[in-house]
């Protein structure tokens, strides 16, 4: 039984229970880093987890972590033995992605911008159908991807070769930091090697566990800007109109507060 602990947000979760799935002789324990994802664990019960550990897998995490940090972590752990990667994020894959929890939208200053020259609403929503709004697709992308190539060059995980190469082909996104099942695929690919793992899996047995649907659309500019091979989302329209709206919404409330 290898042991493996897993530190980290989401991302870090997912990939945990993907390596549970693809091998029954791994038993791998989260340790979540917020307890948005799940119960942050003691001081202890970390160190305890650590203890038994034949390999650690990491999100970078900084000092206000305190005993979960990247800092206090490598300085308990094997460096032979730990495996990291950065946070996945990109926020211009699409025109507009929604963050409940915050209630903005990326790409949202490209319609307040609109409003703010005098557009009206029904202007805007007739622009958005016939891809007439420049959402600074091109830019947004590759400024998430220098950014997270930063963040790589202290990492053995590389995701920003595989993602330009891939990126066109199939869907890896599905909000600005969930990705899609192949991107799951390449982390274990590379886990695989780094860690000396043997997968008993095939890696088309793993399921999406709930997370294949997003409200952040493909539609047919953003497929036409970024070069997308792959289909736009059939009700992108739709969902798109639910973001325009919501922006306006907010952006006249802010203005009754002026």
Avoid at 47 to 64: C, E, F, H, N, T
Avoid at 85 to 97: R, W
Avoid at 238 to 252: D, M, P
Wanted: proline share 4%; aromatic share 10%.
């Amino acid at each position: 039984m290898k042991r493996i602990a897993i530190v980290g947000n989401c991302q870090a979760q997912r990939i945990g229970q993907y390596i549970s799935e693809m091998n029954d002789d791994c038993l791998c324990e989260f340790m979540s880093a917020t307890p948005l994802v799940a119960p942050v664990p003691s001081e202890a019960e970390a160190a305890k987890i650590l203890q038994s550990s034949d390999l650690l897998v990491l999100q970078p995490l900084g000092i206000k972590h305190a005993y979960l940090s990247e800092q206090a972590l490598r300085a308990q752990f094997d460096p032979s033995k730990i495996i990291s990667f950065a946070y996945f994020f990109n926020s211009g894959y699409a025109e507009m992605i929604l963050v409940p929890s915050k209630g903005l939208v990326f790409g949202e200053e490209y319609v307040v911008n609109l409003l703010k020259s005098g557009e009206s609403p029904e202007q805007i929503r007739d622009k958005y159908r016939e891809g007439e709004i420049d959402f600074g697709l091109i830019e947004r992308f590759e400024h998430c991807m220098q950014e997270m190539e930063k963040k790589e060059d202290s990492c053995n995980i590389r995701m920003v070769d595989y993602i330009r190469s891939a990126y066109q082909h199939e869907r890896l996104f599905l909000t600005q930091n969930h990705p899609t099942i192949p991107v799951f695929v390449e982390y274990l690919r590379q886990i695989e090697a780094l860690g000396h793992i043997r997968w008993k899996k095939s890696y088309d047995m793993m399921s999406d566990t709930g997370m294949s649907q997003s409200t952040s659309p493909i539609s047919p500019m953003c497929k036409k800007i970024l070069g997308y091979r792959f289909d736009v989302d059939a009700r992108w329209y739709e969902l798109g109109i639910k973001l325009l709206n919501h922006i306006i919404a907010r952006f006249q409330a802010q203005q009754q507060t002026v």
